[in-house]
């Protein structure tokens, strides 16, 4: 199993600019998630996920689109994006309520 | 959201010391996760804890949860330079363990 993987690695955007950060799992989970982690800060939480078709905002939501047509795939969408969303991005499952996260190795992105 | 606080935020132990990390919330919580992240990394689960009083170990590493269920330890026995990276732990203060809160970190460096 890959486990969760996310794409790209790295990214710069300029200010405006939209972009998709791309997350997928092969492990059948059903929950899905995605976190920013600013320097020095924990996780926020920015959207979630409990199966195809069902999201829900989290802590952090603004700015931020998601959505989940298959068990696999939760992409983040960023429309035009501010300086305030340089941080680094990462995308967790977990088979259900109660039990662990699993995270990809993260986004960094740059808006500048 | 809650506030949860880990201490310390930075430690530097020589090899074969033993060392703590604490976390420690305002609220009672339904579950403690503790993670580990390299730098560029993901996030790598290492311990749930959910039951007042509840201790885990594996291998060097021994998490404790206190019987309020607000304070949890992360203890490491004989530490080596593998041990190095940040310790996240995430709280679960719903009961569905859908929207953890997350500390800051603690950054370990183990001096050979």
């Known amino acids: 199993n890959a486990g969760v993987t996310q794409t790209p690695k790295f990214r710069i955007l300029k200010i405006g600019q939209s972009m998709t950060l791309q997350c997928t799992q092969d492990?059948?989970?059903?929950?899905m998630y995605w976190y920013r982690q600013d320097p020095g800060m924990g996780l926020k939480l920015i959207y979630y996920?409990?199966?195809?078709?069902?999201?829900d905002k989290g802590e952090v939501p603004n700015g931020y689109n998601v959505s989940r047509s298959t068990t696999e795939d939760f992409p983040l969408r960023l429309e035009l994006a501010a300086p305030s969303q340089t941080s680094v991005y990462f995308c967790?499952?977990?088979?259900?309520?109660?039990?662990?996260?699993?995270f990809g190795p993260g986004t960094r992105l740059t808006v500048t | 959201s809650q506030e949860l606080e880990q201490s310390p935020q930075s430690l530097i132990v020589q090899e074969g010391k033993n060392l703590t990390i604490n976390c420690t919330s305002s609220?009672?919580?339904?579950?403690l996760y503790w993670y580990k992240q390299k730098y560029g990394e993901g996030l790598i689960f290492l311990m749930m804890?959910?039951?007042?009083?509840e201790e885990k170990s594996h291998e060097k590493i021994t998490a404790k949860l206190d019987e309020k269920k607000q304070q949890s330890s992360l203890h490491i026995t004989a530490s080596q330079p593998s041990h190095a990276g940040i310790y996240l732990c995430?709280?679960?203060?719903?009961?569905?363990?859908?929207?953890?809160?997350f500390g800051s970190g603690t950054q370990l460096t183990v001096l050979p």
């Open positions: 996920s409990v199966g195809a078709g069902i999201t």
């Open positions: 492990m059948n989970h059903n929950y």
């Open positions: 995430g709280a679960d203060e719903t009961g569905s363990a859908r929207q953890l809160t």
């Open positions: 967790a499952s977990s088979y259900r309520d109660g039990y662990e996260q699993y």
């Open positions: 609220k009672t919580l339904y579950g």
């Open positions: 804890l959910q039951k007042g009083g």
